[in-house]
């Protein structure tokens, strides 16, 4: 099983909600895996996006 197939949500288009929660929580500081959970997306997904985007997004573990 890879990444992405954990998450029903693979490859779906990014809703304007999710992308202004992926904004707030990025501002707030929060870390890639912590957004990830709150959006049920992957890590990796978020990290495109985020990418996309011009985001910093802090990879704590």
């Given amino acids: 099983m890879t990444m992405g197939e954990r998450f029903e949500r693979h490859r779906q ?11 707030r929580l990025a501002a ?11 959006l049920t997306r992957s890590e990796e997904s978020v990290q495109t996006r985020a990418k996309q985007d011009g985001l910093k997004v802090s990879k704590l573990r």
């Fill in 13 to 23: 288009p990014w809703t304007s909600d999710e992308i202004q929660k992926l904004h």
């Fill in 28 to 38: 707030k500081g929060m870390s890639l895996k912590a957004i990830a959970k709150a």
